[in-house]
C-alpha cells in the first residue's frame, strides 16, 4: 500500500540526488549530468506532489478533511515543492540549467528537516477552529510561493557574490554558468516575483485575520516580521531602480531579505511565539 | 528668502530616492526592536522585570507600545510624505514620456541601441517591406508607420502603461494608510462577554476602561463547543439573536472565521468561559460536629439554617493557582465582620475552613458565557481598495514591461536588395526581451539572409 509518507520520502532523496547532479555538472562541466539533474528534480517534483495529494486525501480518510497545509511539517513540505516549482519553471525560461544546485538543495534540506528532526510531528492533526477556513489555503500558498521565490534568488545571489570575489583571480568564465549581468538580472525578476507573492500572502493573511479576530493588522511578531521581510525587499527594489544599484550589493541585500524570510518562518515560532499555529508544535 | 531656502531644503530631501532606502531600513529596524521587547507591558510587569534605568529608558521611547508611538508614527508620516513628494516630482515626467511619440526613425541611432541587427534582402524593396511588416506584426505586435520618402520605417511598442504601475503602487500604500488612519479614528474596537440566556448591550472599550453601549441588544441563547475524538476543539459556537426596541432583529449562529455584521458592527466569536450560578455548600461545626447545607447563589447573602450567621460566595475561578475550580465564601458570624477564604469546589481539602467550619461544596452550577469581540470600522473599504491596487500594480509591473522595436528599410544604393535595421529596447526584465528579439532576429535571417551586422547578446 502506498501512503504519502512512502511518497514524500522518496521525495526526499530524490532532491538529494537531484543536487548532486546539479552540482558534479557544474562541477566536471557537463551538460549531460545537469540535464540529468532537471530530470530528476521533475519527476521528484511530480512524485511529491502525487504525495501531497494522497496527504489530503488521507486527512478526509481520517475524518479530520483538510489541505495538507496545517502545521510546519506540512509547510516544509509545502515549501520545498514550491522551491522546486519556481526554480524549474525558471530554468525553463531563461535556459540557465547550471542554477540547480541551491535550489535542490534547500528543497532537500526542507525535506530532510520535516522528515527526520524529532521536534517536526508529522502525524496528520485536526485543525483548530480559527484555522479552519479556505483563506487557509490561500495564505499558506501564496506565501510560501513568495518564500519559495526568495530561496531561488537567495542561491542566485550566493553564486553571484562568491563569483565576483572571485573573478580578479581565476578571470576565466566558466562556461556553463551566466555571466553576472544575466545572475543579477534573474536575480532582480525573481525578487519581484517573491515580492508580488509576499504581498498577497500578507494580504490573504491580512484579510484573514479580520475575518477570524476582527482585526486586520495586530503587530503580532509574525506578521511584524513578515513586514520586516516586505520592507528589506522593498527597499532592494527602490534601491535598483531609483538608486541604480546592480550586481554585488543587490545580491547582499537579497541574502539579508531571505534571513528575514527563515526568521519569519522559524526564528518567530521558536523564539519569539504568536498566533500562528505551528508556534508551538512541541 | 532664507525661509524659502530651507523649505525648499526640505522638499528636496522628501524628493530623494536615498530617503526611500533610508526610511525602509529605519522601518524594518525599529520593527524588529518591537518584536524582541514584549509589546503592552503593564507597570507591574516592567518593575519585574526590568532593572529602574531600563525602566526609564522603555518607557522614555515608548519601547513597550513601540508600534503606537509618536515617532514611530512620524516615521510612517515621512514615508508617506516621501511617496507623494516623489510622485508630485515623477509622474509629470513619466507622463510627459508617455505622450511623447517619435516622429521618425533615424538608422544610426538604431545601430547604438543595446539590441540591434542588420540584414540585407536580395528582394526589392516594395516585396521585403510586406514580408518585414508581416512578420514583425505576428511575432511582436502591430507597426506604427513613420514612413519617409524612400524608405520604410515605424515603432511597435507594448507595455506603454506599465511605467505608471509603480503610481498605483505608491497610491494602494497611501489608501491602506488612510483606511486605517480613519478606522482608528472614527471606529471602534472592544469586547463583551455574555451569559447564556442574557441579553447585554454594553461593550468594553480596548485599551480604556470605558464602556459603550450599542443601539440594540445581544443575547446569547446558548453557547456549544465540540471536540475532536483526541480531545482537540473542533468548534466553538454562539447562537445569538439580536433585539432592538424589544423586538428581535436578527437570528444567527457565530462561529469562529465566520463573523456577523449588523448595523455595521461586526461580532466575532474570540473567547468562552463560565461564572458561578449557584452552589451547594455543607459546612461542619468543627465544635459540635453539627452539618449544615444550603444552596448559595453567587453574591447573595443566605442564612446558615440553623444558626444566626450568613455565607455569601464573592468569587469565582476556574482554575486557581492550578489546583482547580474554586471560589471564595466569606461566613459572617452573628452578624460581625464577615471572614473569608479560597474554597477548592472539587477537592475535600483541609483548608477549606473558615471561622470554625469546615466547608466542603457538594455541588456547583456553573453558566457559560460566550465572549465576543466586536468592532466597528468605517475604513476598512479604502484598506481593502488599496490592498486589491497594490495586488494590481505589482502583478502588472512583473508582468509587463515596456517594450519598444524600431525598424528601418530603405533599397541599398547602387544593388539590387534591400537594407533592413531593427532595434529593440525594454524598461525591464531584459533577458526575456532578449530571447524575443533574438527570436525575430532568427526568422528575419530565415526569411531575408545573412545578418551583415548587429548586437544581440
Not at chain 2, 286 to 309: C, H, K, Q, Y
Request: hydrophobic share 45%; with cysteine.
Amino acid at each position: 500500500m502506498i501512503t504519502s509518507s512512502i511518497l514524500l520520502g522518496i521525495t526526499t532523496f530524490a532532491y538529494l540526488l537531484c543536487a548532486l547532479l546539479y552540482l558534479s555538472g557544474v562541477i566536471f562541466r557537463r551538460h549531460t549530468i545537469m540535464l540529468w539533474g532537471t530530470v530528476t528534480g521533475a519527476a521528484a517534483l511530480a512524485v511529491q506532489m502525487a504525495g501531497i495529494i494522497l496527504r489530503w486525501w488521507e486527512s478526509y480518510q481520517i475524518g479530520y478533511g483538510h489541505a495538507p497545509l496545517s502545521n510546519l511539517y506540512e509547510s516544509l513540505v509545502f515549501a520545498a515543492w514550491a522551491i522546486m516549482l519556481i526554480y524549474l519553471i525558471m530554468e525553463h525560461r531563461t535556459k540557465q540549467r547550471a542554477l540547480g544546485v541551491f535550489p535542490a538543495l534547500f528543497a532537500f534540506l526542507a525535506m530532510a528537516y520535516a522528515s527526520f528532526s524529532t521536534g517536526v510531528n508529522s502525524k496528520i492533526q485536526p485543525l483548530l477552529p480559527a484555522l479552519k477556513s479556505n483563506w487557509l489555503i490561500a495564505h499558506v500558498v501564496t506565501c510560501f510561493i513568495g518564500y519559495a521565490a526568495f530561496a531561488v534568488s537567495f542561491g542566485i545571489s550566493i553564486l553571484y557574490v562568491t563569483r565576483e570575489s572571485r573573478r580578479d583571480i581565476s578571470g576565466s568564465a566558466h562556461p556553463l554558468l551566466p555571466d553576472l549581468r544575466q545572475l543579477d538580472e534573474i536575480n532582480y525578476q525573481m525578487v519581484l516575483f517573491g515580492f508580488l507573492w509576499l504581498s498577497l500572502g500578507i494580504i490573504t493573511g491580512s484579510v484573514w485575520a479580520d475575518l477570524a479576530w476582527g482585526t486586520y493588522w495586530s503587530w503580532d511578531p509574525k506578521e511584524t516580521w513578515s513586514l520586516i521581510t516586505w520592507l528589506i525587499y522593498a527597499a532592494l527594489l527602490h534601491a535598483r531602480t531609483m538608486k541604480g544599484w546592480r550586481g554585488n550589493r543587490v545580491a547582499w541585500l537579497s541574502i539579508i531579505g531571505f534571513g528575514c524570510v527563515l526568521f519569519t518562518y522559524f526564528g518567530v515560532n521558536f523564539l519569539l511565539g504568536g498566533l500562528h499555529s505551528y508556534a508551538n508544535t512541541k | 528668502m532664507e525661509r524659502k531656502g530651507f523649505w525648499q531644503g526640505i522638499y528636496q530631501k522628501l524628493a530623494s530616492p536615498k530617503l526611500t532606502v533610508v526610511l525602509f531600513l529605519v522601518l524594518a529596524a525599529t520593527s524588529v526592536v518591537g518584536t524582541l521587547m514584549p509589546q503592552g507591558l503593564g507597570e507591574a510587569d516592567l518593575q519585574r522585570h526590568y532593572s529602574q534605568r531600563a525602566i526609564w529608558f522603555i518607557t522614555t521611547f515608548g519601547l513597550h507600545d513601540l508600534y503606537h508611538t509618536g515617532w514611530f508614527r512620524l516615521l510612517l508620516l515621512f514615508l508617506c510624505a516621501n511617496l507623494v513628494v516623489c510622485t508630485i516630482e515623477r509622474l509629470p515626467k513619466t507622463l510627459k514620456v508617455l505622450r511623447r511619440h517619435e516622429e521618425q526613425v533615424d538608422p544610426q541611432k538604431l545601430a547604438k541601441c543595446t539590441l540591434n541587427c542588420q540584414f540585407t534582402s536580395n528582394l526589392p524593396q516594395d516585396e521585403t517591406a510586406a514580408r518585414l511588416i508581416s512578420i514583425i506584426s505576428e511575432e511582436f505586435g502591430a507597426l506604427r508607420r513613420l514612413d519617409g520618402a524612400d524608405h520604410l520605417a515605424g515603432v511597435a511598442e507594448k507595455g506603454r502603461w506599465s511605467p505608471l504601475m509603480v503610481y498605483v503602487v505608491h497610491l494602494s500604500v497611501l489608501l491602506v494608510l488612510c483606511g486605517a488612519l480613519i478606522g482608528s479614528i472614527f471606529g471602534f474596537r472592544g469586547f463583551m462577554n455574555v451569559l447564556e440566556g442574557e441579553a447585554v448591550s454594553e461593550v468594553m472599550l480596548e485599551g480604556s476602561d470605558r464602556g459603550l453601549n450599542l443601539p440594540f441588544q445581544v443575547r446569547c441563547d446558548k453557547f456549544d463547543v465540540s471536540y475532536y475524538d483526541n480531545g482537540m476543539p473542533r468548534e466553538f459556537r454562539s447562537d445569538l439573536t439580536l433585539i432592538r426596541d424589544g423586538k428581535e432583529v436578527l437570528k444567527q449562529e457565530l462561529r469562529v472565521n465566520d463573523p456577523l455584521t449588523y448595523g455595521g458592527i461586526t461580532f466575532y466569536q474570540a473567547s468562552y468561559g463560565a461564572i458561578l450560578k449557584d452552589a451547594e455548600v455543607e459546612l461542619t461545626d468543627r465544635g459540635s460536629g453539627a452539618v449544615r447545607r444550603f444552596l448559595a447563589p453567587f453574591r447573595e447573602w443566605v442564612d446558615i439554617p440553623g444558626t444566626r450567621n450568613r455565607a455569601q460566595i464573592i468569587r469565582f475561578e476556574e482554575d486557581f493557582r492550578r489546583l482547580g475550580p474554586a471560589m471564595v465564601l466569606l461566613i459572617s458570624m452573628a452578624g460581625g465582620e464577615p471572614a473569608g477564604s479560597w474554597i477548592l469546589i472539587d477537592k475535600d481539602f483541609h483548608g477549606n475552613t473558615i471561622e470554625n467550619y469546615h466547608v466542603k461544596v457538594l455541588h456547583a452550577t456553573r453558566r457559560p458565557f460566550t465572549g465576543l469581540q466586536v468592532k466597528q470600522d468605517p475604513g476598512i473599504w479604502l484598506v481593502w481598495l488599496g490592498f486589491a491596487a497594490m495586488l494590481v500594480g505589482i502583478g502588472l509591473t512583473y508582468y509587463v514591461s515596456h517594450r519598444k522595436l524600431w525598424v528601418w528599410a530603405a533599397a541599398d544604393v547602387g544593388k539590387e536588395g534591400t537594407k533592413i535595421a531593427i532595434a529593440g529596447r525594454t524598461n525591464r526584465n531584459e533577458i526575456s526581451f532578449e530571447q524575443e528579439f533574438n527570436r525575430l532576429c532568427d526568422r528575419l535571417q530565415a526569411e531575408f539572409g545573412q545578418a551583415v551586422g548587429g548586437s544581440r547578446l
